[in-house]
Every structure is written in structure tokens, then in C-alpha cells.
């Protein structure tokens, strides 16, 4: 069953915009204490890009802050991140996390990916 499913990728040339999109399955999102972002490039290890917990807290990694916002539509059980000002280091697979508690344990969830890719 596919919980997650990411939208919006694609290229880009340094400096513009996108906008991705994380629809999650219906009843999903009662039991998410937090989603988000990460991203891997290649040859490069997984990262963390920016999350929103249940409270709508946010937190960004140090390379995107100012540039990137995480938002959450509760009414559509959809997650966004809007990059703006892109970097050819931007460049990766993004995808979409999540994690819920199921009975009394913490479940990550993730999507399939969605590839970003920045020309210079």
C-alpha cells in the first residue's frame, strides 16, 4: 500500500523555483507526529531537508534555511516544500518522510522519490 506520494520535481535552472508536493493516503496523517524532506545526491549519504512536527513546528537544514519552506494542508493531508533561489548543489532525489505512531511504536514511512535537478 502506497502511503506517500511525491509531486513537482524536475530541472531548473540556478536561482529559479519549484514546488513539491507530498499527498499522503486517506487516515494517514491522524497518528503523524512529523513530515518532511530529505534528499540524497549521488554518492552522497541521505539528508535531512526540512520537517514539521504535529505542532507545526519546522526545522531546515543549514544549506536551505531562508531559501526553502515546509508547509502542511491538514484539509488535503498534503505537505509542500517551496525552493526558492536554487543551487546547482540542490541537485537530488527528494523525498518524503514521515513518521507515526503505531500503537506504541515509531513507524518511518517514505515516498518512492522525486528527482530535482539544478543547471548551472
Known amino acids: 500500500q502506497v502511503h506517500l506520494v511525491e509531486s513537482g520535481g524536475g530541472l531548473v535552472q540556478a536561482g529559479g523555483s519549484l514546488r513539491l508536493s507530498c499527498a499522503a493516503s486517506?487516515?494517514?496523517?491522524?497518528?503523524?507526529?512529523?513530515m518532511g524532506w530529505y534528499r540524497q545526491a549521488p554518492g552522497k549519504q541521505r539528508e535531512s531537508v526540512a520537517i514539521?512536527?504535529?505542532?507545526?513546528?519546522?526545522n531546515y537544514a543549514a544549506s536551505v534555511k531562508g531559501r526553502f519552506t515546509i508547509s502542511r494542508d491538514n484539509a488535503a493531508n498534503t505537505v509542500h516544500l517551496q525552493m526558492n533561489i536554487l543551487k546547482p548543489e540542490d541537485t537530488a532525489v527528494y523525498y518524503c518522510y514521515a513518521n507515526r505512531l503505531i500503537e506504541t511504536s515509531l513507524v518511518d514511512f517514505w515516498g518512492q522519490g522525486t528527482q530535482v535537478t539544478v543547471s548551472s
Open positions: 514539521i512536527t504535529r505542532g507545526g513546528n519546522t
Open positions: 486517506s487516515g494517514f496523517m491522524s497518528s503523524v507526529i512529523a
